[in-house]
């Protein structure tokens, strides 16, 4: 028999802030998601503060009383690298560039053991979910050019992880094709890894010489065999990278319409208004999903720049107005990418209004549907959201309104998916799978945030 988890008094702000609801799911499922005329008590309800994080008995009532918190669907991160997170201690990067990163971290993949890659992805994806996120995709790194060995490490790694947490969050995997080197053979390697068991097809073709030729050939593999596609775009200060015009017109001559993501977007916030806005027009026309990256982007961008110096972020304010799907999502914790970021999406939240000048109640509210429901849009999901019907993945928050989130940032959240409480308050993640915790000690015995690289400041 399957326990029944009854929630009273949980406050639903994607939903209607005037009200309080209570929501009753089974084997994780919503059953029913109603409004309640006002708060209510139960002498057999248990409150957040007082649950010990079990379930009870099959076939029991668990009773909570959220006691007016917020209620939000699992975060959706969109955009991730797990398999570099956590690599900076040995990869650094001392002027801070995007270029130098690249050079750095391609240089350095042939030494990663699978083993190493395993622990950072285990060890980023587990901090993600202890922040609340259910659902991640992660872009991975494809070096064909070290050969056949070197490239697939990092997918069987990936599709380790992916299949050892698939009972507590969802990953899907999109590996970078080469952008200097895009062969045949590498296309048939694509090929095999779509065949292992990965998602779709990624890669940042504007950094190619040729970046018209690699998007056709990339969309030419993707139509063949089905899968979607997600690409780095046009991640630079130059107002003349532009590829996102290309992706936006092969993907209306594929009819990919809803299967086509383009992240960062810099170059659109160093364009002349009137050449975005003719951007964003096609962009919206081809019905394409997108996603801001502000923690890497504001680090990364206006590095040559003298003052004042571009700092990289797209337009997020004219994508959304163009009604086109947009996330905002985590890209890289601590690497030669981005030295900072913890796989916290309310985080990444605050940055991006901070970044976007979004700071209204309904620009709040909005940043909040940019790590939900538009983020789920963009990764293609399915019945998700708190609703009947819907997966019941969701997070339980120490805060009773919106500007509360963004402005403590709380820590304290209450973690449900796939049917279980994962994670419940405590100093380090509290995990309440011993799967989970099992994994989260055996990937941090390889984590070390002491720095390794010639770079590092000598005292």
């Not at 380790?160 to 969050?169: D, G, I, P, Q």
């Not at 094709?177 to 940042?204: N, W």
């Not at 899968?227 to 200060?237: F, G, M, Q």
């Not at 997020?316 to 163009?322: D, F, I, P, R, T």
Request: net charge negative.
């Amino acid at each position: 028999m399957k326990t029944v988890l009854k929630i009273v008094n949980a406050a639903l702000p994607l939903q209607d802030e005037r009200q309080l609801y209570t929501l009753v799911a089974e084997d994780g499922v919503w059953l029913s998601v109603t409004e309640q005329p006002s708060p209510t008590s139960s002498p057999d309800s248990v409150s957040l503060e007082q649950w010990d994080g079990e379930s009870g008995d099959p076939g029991a009532l668990l009773l909570l009383d959220a006691g007016g918190n917020v209620v939000l669907p699992g975060f959706v991160d969109a955009h991730m690298h797990l398999d570099k997170a956590f690599s900076l201690p040995k990869v650094g990067n001392v002027s801070g560039t995007l270029q130098e990163a690249v050079l750095n971290y391609s240089t350095a993949v042939p030494s990663f053991t699978k083993r190493e890659l395993k622990a950072r992805m285990m060890r980023a994806a587990l901090q993600a979910i202890s922040f609340g996120t259910t659902v991640m995709r992660t872009h991975l790194d494809f070096h064909v050019k070290y050969g056949k060995d070197v490239a697939l490490r990092t997918i069987e790694a990936a599709l380790e992880v992916k299949e050892e947490l698939a009972a507590y969050a969802t990953l899907q995997l999109f590996p970078m094709l080469p952008y200097l080197d895009l062969t045949s053979d590498a296309l048939e390697l694509a090929e095999e890894v779509l065949r292992m068991g990965v998602t779709g097809l990624g890669g940042a073709p504007h950094l190619s010489p040729f970046p018209n030729p690699d998007i056709d050939r990339l969309f030419a593999l993707a139509d063949r065999l089905g899968c979607p596609i997600d690409l780095h775009t046009d991640e630079s200060d130059d107002p003349c990278k532009n590829t996102v015009l290309h992706i936006a017109r092969r993907t209306m001559e594929y009819g990919w319409a809803g299967r086509v993501t383009v992240d960062h977007l810099c170059s659109l916030a160093a364009m002349p208004d009137a050449d975005a806005e003719a951007a964003i027009s096609l962009m919206a026309e081809a019905k394409l999903g997108a996603v801001t990256l502000p923690g890497a982007n504001l680090y990364l961008q206006g590095r040559h720049d003298g003052f004042p110096a571009r700092r990289g972020v797209t337009r997020v304010k004219e994508l959304l107005a163009a009604g086109i799907p947009l996330a905002t999502a985590s890209d890289n914790i601590h690497d030669p990418f981005h030295p900072f970021g913890r796989g916290d999406l309310l985080q990444i939240g605050l940055v991006t209004a901070y970044a976007a000048h979004m700071g209204s109640p309904s620009d709040i509210r909005t940043v909040l549907r940019m790590m939900t429901t538009q983020a789920a849009q963009v990764a293609g999901l399915a019945r998700y959201g708190i609703a009947a019907g819907n997966a019941a993945d969701f997070v339980i928050f120490d805060a009773a309104a919106v500007e509360e989130l963004f402005t403590m940032v709380p820590e304290r959240r209450w973690v449900w998916s796939k049917g279980l409480c994962v994670k419940k308050p405590g100093g380090k993640p509290e995990w309440k799978q011993r799967v989970l915790k099992e994994r989260w000690d055996e990937a941090s015995e390889l984590i070390t945030f002491r720095s390794e690289s010639a770079d590092a400041v000598k005292s």
